[in-house]
């Protein structure tokens, strides 16, 4: 694990992807139904680079949905990191935990303020926006391979890591104090087919003075049928840190292949 991470208090893991729900088969045979929901599960440590390249790209390490996909081929969470092995933008999967927020505390990009991932899992990604070029186009990507099939999300769980309650409650030292009334924090969902926005759901992460206080279930069904989702984050404050952690995204997908 990159030391410099660690010192910053990033948790950073290798992960096995898990996924609950169901499946039918429809006639033709190659026409089937899957209603699934992503966990995310410790398994070995990695530094960045090996971690995303197992975790979202390569198949070894994939587990089946069912006797027709795995879970690579169903869904990719992107992103980018730099040549010291450093995460530039997109998803880190973290097992961070750190619900203290005073003014000498160091801030934690990578762990939650709260008891673990939702439901008190061990495990949760979080996810960096940047205004870097060089991420991938979209922030996830579902298996949709041609026009009979589709994919409709479901919902999402979100919460805010320590450091946002941090620069809220203390600032970041970078660019003024703590919030005030008008500071805000949104995380904005975004469905995309055929390149065109499906539509969007906008989350207040921070308003004023008021945080995002537990996980909280975001509906996403409004997005409509998507290809890829995408996730932008906005702040009224410029040294705000654009850091969100989410936990058990859900979403349909019927296949006709």
Not at 58 to 74: C, F, I, K, N, P
Not at 92 to 109: E, F, K, V, Y
């Amino acid at each position: 694990m990159n030391t410099k991470m660690m010192k910053m208090g990033a948790f950073l893991c290798a992960v096995a992807l898990t996924v609950s729900g169901c499946f039918k088969l429809t006639t033709p045979e190659s026409k089937y139904e899957l209603n699934l929901q992503i966990h995310y599960e410790p398994d070995n440590e990695y530094d960045v680079a090996r971690f995303m390249q197992t975790f979202f790209n390569d198949g070894a390490d994939s587990v089946s949905v069912h006797e027709y996909l795995t879970v690579d081929e169903v869904i990719t969470h992107n992103s980018k990191v730099d040549a010291k092995n450093e995460l530039i933008g997109g998803f880190a999967m973290c097992i961070g935990i750190d619900t203290i927020a005073t003014p000498d505390r160091r801030p934690q990009r990578y762990a939650v303020f709260d008891d673990g991932g939702y439901g008190k899992s061990l495990a949760y990604v979080v996810y960096h926006d940047t205004l870097s070029t060089l991420l991938p186009e979209h922030s996830i990507d579902f298996y949709v391979p041609n026009e009979q099939s589709t994919c409709k999300l479901k919902n999402v769980f979100v919460q805010n890591v320590q450091a946002v309650v941090q620069a809220v409650k203390h600032g970041t030292g970078l660019a003024g104090g703590p919030f005030t009334d008008g500071d805000f924090l949104t995380m904005t969902f975004i469905g995309v087919k055929g390149g065109q926005t499906t539509g969007t759901k906008v989350v207040k992460l921070v308003d004023g003075t008021q945080l995002l206080g537990k996980w909280t279930e975001v509906d996403l069904s409004s997005l409509g049928y998507v290809e890829h989702l995408d996730l932008h984050m906005e702040s009224s404050r410029p040294d705000c840190p654009l850091y969100c952690c989410l936990d058990n995204l859900a979403f349909h997908l019927s296949i006709t292949e």
